[in-house]
Nanobody, 125 residues
């Protein structure tokens, strides 16, 4: 079992930055694909970023590409999401997820086995 806990959310003005952290326990996540997803009220969960195991390839949707960066620190069993140039439409609950199957689609939420509880990000205009 992998337990995931997110932190770093909060209220920020448009144009500002936040860094989210996702710390894992129970297993070493170096061999897991890690993803970030978000869900705004009344909307479906949306893929935000993913990073393959052992610091491999990264994936982003066009909506955040160039503004968000996912990274991992395997020694700390932690994954980060650096969010810059934030916009009001980035407001959502952000959740991290972990999946050990390398061949699963890292952009699909149903490909992930383990999920954190989420952290709220609110961007004011």
């Amino acid at each position: 079992q992998v337990q995931l806990v997110e932190s770093g959310g909060g209220l920020v003005q448009a144009g500002g930055s936040l860094r989210l952290s996702c710390t894992a326990s129970g297993r070493t996540i170096s061999s897991y694909t890690m993803g970030w997803f978000r869900q705004a009220p009344g909307k479906e969960r949306e893929f935000v970023a993913a990073i393959r195991r052992n610091g491999g390839s990264t994936h982003y949707p066009d909506s955040v590409k160039g503004r968000f960066t996912i990274s991992r620190h395997n020694a700390k069993n932690t994954v980060y999401l650096q969010m810059n140039s934030l916009k009001p439409e980035d407001t959502a609950v952000y959740s991290c997820a972990a999946e050990r199957n390398y061949y699963s689609d890292p952009t699909a939420d149903n490909a992930y086995t383990y999920w954190g509880q989420g952290t709220q990000v609110t961007v004011s205009s």
